[in-house]
């Protein structure tokens, strides 16, 4: 089952800041919300993960929602280095075994 | 330095032939995961081991088969009765924490012909 909705694709403009959304309406009080990024015939690398609050990173911020159903992604000044496939996920903090599901991702296109 | 090791990088069979994907990890981490990939699509679970000598079926486990025998080896065999094996593999290893990200191996493209 899909835990997460994202859209299929979205661009910037190279050096403008990029807000990539994601819905999760179905989360559980015990679910983070990790992202990664995929870029092409690599491995997905770590983004950010959050609970409840903001989070701040070196790549990248992760807003989330009062009613913790949506977040989203923030890359502050996108660069060609970003043009990847960005995965939201949601993982249970009581099931850590294998709740990691990869939905299929925004695809995000930065223009020179 | 630390990190997922997988080799190869390229793979080619014949249909009808078992053939097995390695995965190292030097990170001391207990979890490990193998994802498929296709192509424009997620990755979806394929197996995932908590600790040495156990092992937990994913989504799409059926025509694969795995062994942990050493914390930091989980290699992956593709028999022959997965029905569509060519993709590219994943392997993953995390700490057992939710608020701890899995760290992923560089991949192998699968080619079944």
């Known amino acids: 089952d899909a835990k997460t909705t994202q859209p299929n694709s979205m661009e910037s403009n190279e050096e403008e800041p990029v807000h990539l959304p994601c819905n999760h309406s179905t989360i559980s009080g015990t679910d983070y919300i990790h992202w990664y990024r995929q870029l092409p015939s690599q491995g997905p690398e770590y983004v950010i993960h959050g609970l409840t609050s903001n989070v701040n990173n070196r790549m990248a911020s992760l807003a989330i929602a009062e009613d913790r159903k949506s977040s989203t992604l923030i890359l502050h000044r996108a660069t060609l280095r970003d043009a990847a496939v960005y995965y939201c996920i949601l993982r249970d903090s009581f099931n850590t075994g294998n709740q990691f599901y990869f939905g299929t991702g925004t695809s995000l296109t930065v223009i020179p | 330095d630390g990190g997922i090791t997988q080799s190869p990088k390229y793979l080619f069979r014949k249909e009808g032939q078992n053939v097995t994907l390695s995965c190292e990890q030097n990170l001391n981490h207990d979890a490990m995961y193998w994802y498929r990939q296709d192509p424009g699509q997620g990755l979806r679970l394929i197996y995932y081991?908590?600790?040495?000598?156990?092992?937990q079926k994913g989504d799409i486990a059926e025509g694969y088969s795995v062994s942990r025998e050493k914390k930091e080896s989980f290699p992956l065999t593709v028999t022959s009765a997965q029905k569509n094996p060519t993709a590219f593999y994943l392997c993953?290893?995390?700490?057992?924490?939710?608020?701890?990200?899995?760290?992923f191996g560089p991949g192998t493209r699968l080619t079944v012909t």
């Open positions: 993953a290893s995390s700490i057992i924490a939710s608020t701890y990200e899995q760290y």
């Open positions: 081991s908590q600790i040495v000598n156990d092992f």
